[in-house]
Each structure stands twice: as C-alpha cells, then as structure tokens.
C-alpha cells in the first residue's frame, strides 16, 4: 500500500485583529518541530516586512472535518533577525533555527 497525503481545511480561533493569529504574508518560511508549526517573517499586505514568530498546535490536529489548531506568537530570547521576506530557513536542532539570506522590500 502506498502511503497517501490529504489535505485538510484547518480553522483557527481568534483574530488577526486580536492577535490571536498572524496576518496573511507572502514570502513566510515554517517548520514543525515536535507538536508545532512555527513561521518566521514575511511581508504583509501593503509590503511592510515583519520579523514576528507565530506557532500553531499541531497536537490537537486529527481526522476531523475541519479540525481548531489554536496559534500564539512567540517571544525568542536573544536579538531576532531584522524583518525579512523570500528567505531560508530551516529547524537545527534542540529548538534551533537557521534563517539565511532574504530581503526586506
């Protein structure tokens, strides 16, 4: 049997107007690590570039129709990397993130 991918609507609760969740970005870089899917930067609409760092809980995702994976933001220690858009980014390791190149227009 070959293993197959689906797709799946998944809500959110909360607002972008609450910040209870990021505002739509182009150019946004992700990856999961443990139960989360963490982003970095992006430019929102109007083309300002944003250095925030947004996590969605993975753990609650399960085979329902549409399952509510809650977001936070998240505050990092340390100096964050200048607002960014089109850049790499990558998960190291214990939590670690690599974030490389990019642009700010």
Known sequence: DDPRATWQVVASPGSVESDQMPSPVQGVKGTVFQDEFVIFGGRRQGGRCTNDV???????ASFAATPTLPWRRLECDGEAPSPRVW???C????GQWFIYGGSTW
């Open 54 to 60: 947004w996590s969605l809980d993975l753990a609650g």
């Open 87 to 89: 850049h790499c980014a």
């Open 91 to 94: 998960q190291a390791v214990h």
